[in-house]
């Protein structure tokens, strides 16, 4: 008599991805890019109000901004969506896709700064006509980002984990109801954490600027987190309605858990 051989054990949809997972990949995809993009453009200051604005705001002179305030108010949001829809692992899952890709983009950067530039290598229309004026000028663009990075892979880990447990934390003390109390309740303040940390370092020691032009810089770029992290509220909503239909979830206005935790 042969001996029996063991059957597979047949498995649901095997190798499927379903809409849900399908539905956190892009959004956590969104959130690395847009993470990475974020210490790309973080570089920049710009002025908001150039040529003078309200005089009840800043006394009608321009206000100093980093670029990265275009950007990464978005990761809030969508760590926000996550935590609704998917509970507080995939939000941190996320979290932490985003400071590896975050290092990924690092290493590739300084191996594109360090690579020899090509003897082809002007931009005449620019006024760039020798290959080392180029490799300074992509040199110098890159530079920053190293500390930015520093500085912002420290306060994101702090804010955005931060973020994500005080977002469980509201919605245990308001049972599930009032969206809008945990959405603003953890976002203004790990966005506090966030500004301090990552401006206070990447002004003084990437920027070398004086502490009183930095603390006016965090003021201001944390007021506009603010008025940014109101805006996004009724986002919020629309996102998580929108999510809700499209993943075939019950509305339940006062969950005592993300439905797909």
Known sequence: MTESQPQPVAVPHAGRMTRADATYTVLASTFAVVLVLTNIIGTKLFALFPDGGPAWINGGA???????????????????????????????????????????????????????????WTLGVRGIDEPLEMQSAFAATFHNPRILLFASMLAYLVAQL???????????????RHMWVRNNGSTIISQLVDTIIVNGIFLRWGLSLEWATIGEVILWVYLCKVVLALLDTPLLYLGRSALRRFLGLEADHAPTSAPLA
């Open 62 to 120: 321009p206000i100093t901004l980093t670029a990265g305030i275009v950007t990464y108010p978005l990761t809030f949001c969508l760590t926000d969506i996550v935590s609704e829809i998917w509970g507080r692992r995939r939000a941190d899952l996320m979290v932490m896709l985003g400071f590896g890709m975050s290092l990924l983009m690092l290493g590739i950067v300084q191996l594109g700064v360090v690579l020899p530039p090509s003897e082809f």
């Open 162 to 176: 931060f973020d994500v447990r005080l977002y469980h934390f509201w919605w245990r003390v308001t049972k599930g």
